[in-house]
Every structure is written in structure tokens, then in C-alpha cells.
């Protein structure tokens, strides 16, 4: 029989009526921060464009093809491919480029494409003219961020990517002094408003600051939604439903690849993006504090209700009472999800071992704790380096570029199956090595695919994020398991601060698709495939305890398995804080 607050689980139920009632209102949640995460595919989509044309234009020439106006050429018109050539009425000839226009002198009565003569050069200075075929209204499109405006559009990305790290950070530390349930609502509301808020901006600054705020309340609420699905659900369960987190999360992509098909208005996309999952503000005031926080802060009262509603749902008899938890602890229940939030925060996890604070230091302890401790940072950096690389980068793959971003998001869900059998049956590192391999390999075949196969390239890019999920999805775990109590807390703040600075670095990593259209999967791919191999390095721990001390910990793979392992979820027994899950952050 388990002790302690975990005891409650045993007696109501690992996961019945209430607590499954709980877990798909907080993830239905969730799938808002995978849309607000991935909107900006479309929002700063740039379409064709030119110089903006003179006035009374009567002929327009690109290559071979010839029109009377500009809607009519884009369709044969390609960037890169030379100027577009139009004729105004009053007989002017002008070369228009993406970001300058030219003048013809005396260039005659016969429109030519090519010509030799004298030339005036000027740039842009009437603004420009758009292909609104496909993308109807965007922000660039709104404030012409193009050419020497271009490093705005791309900045956005990167700048919501700053304020996801800042939210996890702040809101996670919140949560465990106010509550979990306050900063559901609260990030939850503000999801709503700022989102709502962001579409009705009026210029390109407004629209970066209140993209970075609902970037910091949109990470928050993932932060803190993976610790209240797992103080809610018992240890047989909780590896599926903190994985399946991220399921919701794939969702929400796949919802902004829809929307973005139905809808080419930018701020119409946003509003309809930010309606999407408002239903969850009409009940979110009822979600109820979880058991481990209420014990730990001393609000029995309170907690005795919870446990009694519980029972009452799960059809159970009202029998456990607050002090039978608290006799089995021996003390107020440990509250599980108080986590570092960086490497520079210590570990609070109290050890009777432990006789000095613990430090980052203490990762490099030795030669072999180095090497793991880098590996494990390497695989938290390549995990969201990836995820997000093929998440952004879906659409510059050719084809239709909505199908490739569903794509992207629907491959998520059967690699976390994969994970969750795989990572019980085979084992950690059997199950995250081999991920990062195959997403190497299939990323560098994408090298030798001819440019007319494009599918082939497709098929090969959600290879490799279904397997570089597989191991982003189990990396958490696997850190946990192989670091001791002392600085288990230590090493997972760490990994996190990692996979965050790998987040940050992607979208620029996205961008060099300009200089070639596979040149992210590419770096994605060869770092996938030395981390993957790095990982044969670490030890496995399926079927090892949880260790207690450095020595432990550093004699992990080198004596035989014990049998009577705690494994996978079985770490939250041990007091195992979990506030800081491998968040797509």
C-alpha cells in the first residue's frame, strides 16, 4: 500500500470519473497553447510582392508571359526569376523588383523585356504592391515588412519564443506560492484577452508586445497544467497523462493548420485561433485545488472536502480522511511540483545525506557525471530544437503548405504512444537513441531527394519529427531517473533551461530555408544523429530504483538490474517534483 498523499490514489481511484473530468477540461486548455505557439505561421506569412507599379499601367511583361495588369501575372511570376516589366498609359517603361524599381531612358515605343540602355534606379519609396491570391491580409502585408523591414517579421517569432521562457519561469515559480488553480484561471483569462487584444493592434510594436505577454501566460499555463493533471492522477496512470499533455498541444497545430486554410485575413485568423478554446473560461472557475498543495500548505479542511467530492464521483464510499494521510507521511504531505526553474536554483528536495547545498557544480562532479549531464542537455536542446524546426519549417517543404503543418501535428500522437509502450518495454535509452537516429537519418536523406519529389522530402521531414517527439517526450523522465534526490530537481531545471534556449535558436534556424529550402532539417538532422549516437553513453534505467546519493547514481549501468525497480511514473512515490515537465518551451 502506497504512503502518504500518494495513498489517496489507491483508495479513489488512479484515474476515474473525477479525475478524468478534470484531466480533459485542463487539456482541452492546452490545445490553445499550441495554436497561440504556432499562429505565427500565417500571421507573418509574406506572399509576392514588387515595388508598387505608377499609375494607368496598360501592358505588363515577365519573361514570355505578357498581361494587362499586375493580377494577372503573379501567377507565372517567380522572385528571383528578374523584374517584371509594365507600360503606363503616358508611355513610361518601368523595371519592378522586390525591393527597388527602375526607370527606363529612352526606351522606345516597343514594350521588350530585356533592355541595355540608361537605366534610373530608386527604391521603394510608394511602398509595395502584394500577390493576394493566397494570403489575402498579413502583418507584413498590413506594414510592409519586407526588404529592409524584413528582420521585424522574422523577429516576432523568436521575441514570442523569449516570452514563453520568461513565463515558465515566472508562472511556475507563482504556482507554488499561490496555487496551481489561480494560475490556471489566471493564464487562461489572459490567453483569452490577449489573444483577442493582438488582433485589433495597430501597428507592428503594439503587436510584438502583446504577442510576448500572451507568449509568458500561454507557457505558464502549460507549465502549470503538466503539475495539475499530475498531483490528479494515481502512479499507474501518470506517465500517459502528463505525455498526453502534449497531445492536446499537437492539436493545436493541427487546428492552425485548418484555420489558416479557411481563413487569409490575419486578425480574423487570430480572433477565430483565440475563440477556438474560450468554452474552458465558462467552467475553469470550478476546476478545484490539487491534493498535494492543499496538504502541503496545511488547508485540510479544504483538502477534506476535495477527497470526499472525489469519492462521491467515483461512486466510492467518503472513508479516507485527511489525517490517515497525514499519519502515513509522518508529517504535512510533500507538495509535489516545487521545482527549480533554472540551473541557478538549487534543489529544495530535503536529504538527510545531503550536507551541503547542492550546486551546478555537482553536475560535473565527475568525468562520467559530466558526460551524462552534457548528453542529457544535448538531447533537451536537440529535442525542442527539432519539434520546433519541423513545426515552423513544415510549410517551406513545397506541396500544400496547410496539409504539411497538420502533418506536423498529427505525427505527434502516435510517437507518444510509441513512447509510452516503447520506454516500459524496451527501456530509456533503447527507446531515445534509436528516436534520435532515425530522425537523423531521415532528415539527411532529404539531401539526395530530387526537387520534383517533393512528398518524398515530406514524407522524410514527419519522419523525423515523429521520432525527435519520441525523444523529446520521455527525455524528463529519463533525467529524472538518472540523477539522485540531491540534485534530481537540479539537473531537470537545467535540461529545461536547455529546451528552452532550443526553442529560441529555432525560428532563426528556420530561416536559413531562404538560402535553402532543407537546410533546417539538415542541421536538425546531423545534430539529431551525433546526440543519438552520444546517447549509447548513458545508462539504463529501466528496472534501477531511483537513487539517493551521487555514488548511486554514478554506479547506474554498471551493476545489475534490481527487480524491484521503481520505474516510470512509480518516480512521483519518491517524492519526485514534478512541477517542471518537458514543456514545449
Known amino acids: 500500500m502506497t504512503t502518504g498523499v500518494e495513498r489517496l490514489f489507491d483508495e479513489l481511484g ?13 487539456v482541452f486548455q492546452a490545445i490553445s497553447c499550441g495554436i497561440h505557439y504556432l499562429a505565427s505561421v500565417f500571421l507573418v506569412e509574406t506572399p509576392k510582392f514588387l515595388c508598387n507599379a505608377p499609375d494607368n499601367i496598360t501592358d505588363v511583361v515577365f519573361g514570355n508571359h505578357s498581361a494587362t495588369s499586375l493580377r494577372d501575372i503573379w501567377g507565372a511570376y517567380s522572385p528571383g526569376g528578374g523584374p517584371v516589366v509594365v507600360r503606363t498609359a503616358a508611355g513610361e517603361q518601368w523595371e519592378l523588383s522586390r525591393c527597388q ?54 523577429l516576432t517569432q523568436p521575441t514570442f519564443m523569449l516570452g514563453v521562457l520568461i513565463g515558465a ?21 489572459c490567453q483569452f484577452v490577449f489573444g483577442v487584444v493582438v488582433a485589433f493592434t495597430g501597428n507592428y510594436y503594439f503587436f510584438v508586445v502583446m504577442r510576448f505577454l500572451l507568449a509568458m501566460v500561454s507557457s505558464g499555463y502549460l507549465v502549470v497544467v503538466f503539475v495539475y493533471v499530475t498531483e490528479f492522477t494515481g502512479s499507474k496512470v501518470r506517465t500517459w497523462t502528463s505525455l498526453h499533455v502534449h497531445a492536446a498541444f499537437a492539436v493545436g497545430i493541427m487546428v492552425v493548420a485548418l484555420v489558416g486554410y479557411l481563413v ?24 478545484p485545488e490539487t491534493p498535494f498543495y492543499l496538504m502541503a500548505k496545511g488547508r485540510h479542511r479544504q483538502a477534506q472536502t476535495l ?26 504531505a510533500p507538495m509535489v511540483g516545487k521545482e527549480t526553474q533554472t540551473g541557478a536554483t538549487a534543489s529544495r528536495e530535503p536529504s538527510s545525506r545531503a550536507e551541503r547545498k547542492m550546486s551546478i557544480l555537482d553536475l560535473f562532479g565527475s568525468c562520467k557525471m559530466a558526460v551524462r549531464t552534457l548528453v542529457c542537455w544535448a538531447i533537451w536542446f536537440i529535442g525542442s530544437l527539432g ?66 519529389i517533393e512528398v518524398l522530402a515530406i ?20 533525467t529524472c531517473e538518472l540523477y539522485p534526490t540531491v540534485i534530481r530537481s537540479l539537473a531537470v531545471g537545467s535540461g529545461s533551461m536547455m529546451c ?22 539538415l542541421i536538425v538532422g546531423v545534430l539529431a544523429f551525433i546526440i543519438g549516437i552520444l546517447t549509447m553513453l548513458l545508462p539504463e534505467t529501466l528496472g534501477e530504483p531511483l537513487t539517493s546519493t551521487l555514488e548511486e547514481a554514478e554506479a547506474l549501468g554498471s551493476k545489475p538490474s534490481k527487480g524491484a525497480a521503481k520505474s516510470g511514473s512509480a518516480a512521483a512515490e519518491e517524492g519526485l517534483e514534478l512541477k517542471q515537465p518537458h514543456t514545449k518551451a
Open 307 to 332: 477527497l470526499d467530492n472525489m469519492a462521491a464521483l467515483n461512486g466510492l464510499p467518503a472513508t479516507l480522511k485527511v489525517s490517515d494521510l497525514i499519519e502515513d507521511s509522518g508529517e504535512a
Open 387 to 452: 519539434y520546433y524546426v519541423f513545426s515552423l519549417g513544415s510549410v517551406n517543404l513545397g506541396g500544400n503548405q496547410y496539409i504539411n503543418l497538420f502533418l506536423a501535428g498529427a505525427v505527434e500522437i502516435p510517437s507518444y504512444l510509441v513512447a509510452c509502450f516503447a520506454m516500459d518495454r524496451v527501456g530509456r535509452k533503447k527507446t531515445c537513441a534509436p528516436a534520435l537516429l532515425l530522425s537523423g537519418v531521415a532528415c539527411m536523406l532529404i539531401i539526395f531527394v530530387p526537387g520534383d
Open 500 to 521: 528552452r534556449v532550443g526553442s529560441v535558436v529555432a525560428p532563426f534556424c528556420v530561416y536559413l530555408a531562404d538560402i535553402w529550402t532543407y537546410m533546417p532539417q
Open 14 to 26: 488512479h484515474f476515474k470519473r473525477y479525475q478524468a473530468c478534470l484531466y480533459f477540461a485542463a
Open 459 to 478: 514524407v522524410l521531414s514527419m519522419t523525423g519529427k515523429f521520432a525527435v517527439a519520441i525523444a523529446f517526450g520521455l527525455i524528463y523522465l529519463y
Open 264 to 287: 487569409r485575413v490575419w486578425w480574423l485568423y487570430q480572433i477565430i485561433l483565440t475563440l477556438s478554446t474560450s468554452p474552458f473560461l465558462l467552467f475553469c472557475w470550478k476546476l
Open 101 to 154: 524599381r527602375a526607370l527606363r531612358a529612352d526606351a522606345g515605343d516597343q514594350l521588350r523585356y530585356v533592355f541595355n540602355g540608361n537605366k534610373t534606379v530608386a527604391a521603394c519609396a510608394t511602398g509595395f504592391v502584394y500577390d493576394l491570391s493566397e494570403v489575402h491580409q498579413s502583418i507584413v502585408t498590413d506594414w510592409d515588412l519586407v526588404c529592409e523591414r524584413e528582420w521585424l517579421a522574422k
Open 169 to 189: 519561469l515566472l508562472f511556475g515559480d507563482i504556482a507554488d506560492r499561490v496555487g496551481r488553480r489561480p494560475i490556471l484561471m489566471a493564464t487562461s483569462l
